[in-house]
């Protein structure tokens, strides 16, 4: 077991464009999460997952932002037509459902640059 | 408003030095967690809270969850230069709600 896997790790790109972020869980978790931290800032909830199924979204998340599970494994988050507000670290974490005191485990982020 | 204050936001101590960190809220918690961040890593769960009042140790560090599950502190005893990172709170809110976090206490212990 090679923990929550995330790519890429850093990734700059020009205000408009659209990103894709990927996140490998620790294979036997069953719930995925995101997460967005910036600066001097806790991680803050995005969406996460219950096998392929989107359980909940955060009302801060705009329409730009997706996220996709598809088969209860991996999972990506797009972003659509970046702005420079979109800057900060995206943290993926998985943990498994039913374990008592669910226990997240967190992937080491993709930090993004929006230019 | 912050479900979660932590305080203090910035703590540098000189190795040796005992120091308390604080987690408050006017939420009632089902549990909280402490985690440890690393720059330009993410965090790294260290203890779980779950019954008011509850005292966990973590060879120098102890955790206590408030009785009313509101609050929570983290002390370290002689800190040691390798303590140094961002110390987290999260919390589960009656429901199961996915963690929310405090917006850490960002430790530095010099040599």
């Known amino acids: 077991d090679t923990g929550v896997s995330q790519d890429p790790r850093h990734k700059i790109t020009k205000r408009g464009q659209n990103v894709t972020f990927r996140c490998d869980p620790i294979?036997?978790?069953?719930?995925l999460y995101w997460y967005r931290q910036t600066l001097g800032q806790g991680p803050e909830f995005l969406t996460y997952?219950?096998?392929?199924?989107?359980?909940?979204k955060s009302r801060l998340l705009s329409d730009r932002f997706s996220a996709e599970r598809p088969k209860g494994s991996f999972s990506t988050l797009e972003i659509q037509r970046t702005e420079q507000g979109d800057s900060a670290m995206y943290l993926c974490?998985?943990?498994?459902?039913?374990?008592?005191?669910?226990?997240?485990?967190f992937g080491s982020g993709t930090q993004l640059s929006v230019l | 408003t912050q479900l979660l204050e932590q305080s203090p936001q910035f703590l540098s101590i000189q190795e040796g030095e005992n120091l308390t960190v604080y987690c408050n809220s006017s939420?009632?918690?089902?549990?909280l967690q402490w985690y440890r961040q690393e720059p330009g890593e993410g965090p790294v769960l260290l203890v779980t809270?779950?019954?008011?009042?509850e005292v966990k140790k973590l060879k120098r560090l102890t955790f206590q969850f408030g009785d009313a599950r509101k609050d929570s502190s983290l002390h370290i005893t002689a800190a040691q230069p390798g303590d140094t990172g961002l110390y987290l709170c999260?919390?589960?809110?009656?429901?199961?709600?996915?963690?929310?976090f405090g917006k850490g206490t960002r430790l530095s212990v010099i040599a």
């Open positions: 939420s009632v918690f089902s549990s």
């Open positions: 999260a919390g589960v809110r009656l429901g199961n709600t996915p963690l929310v």
């Open positions: 974490a998985s943990s498994l459902l039913g374990a008592t005191n669910e226990k997240l485990f």
């Open positions: 809270v779950v019954t008011g009042g």
């Open positions: 997952f219950q096998n392929e199924a989107q359980l909940e």
């Open positions: 294979s036997e978790h069953n719930r």
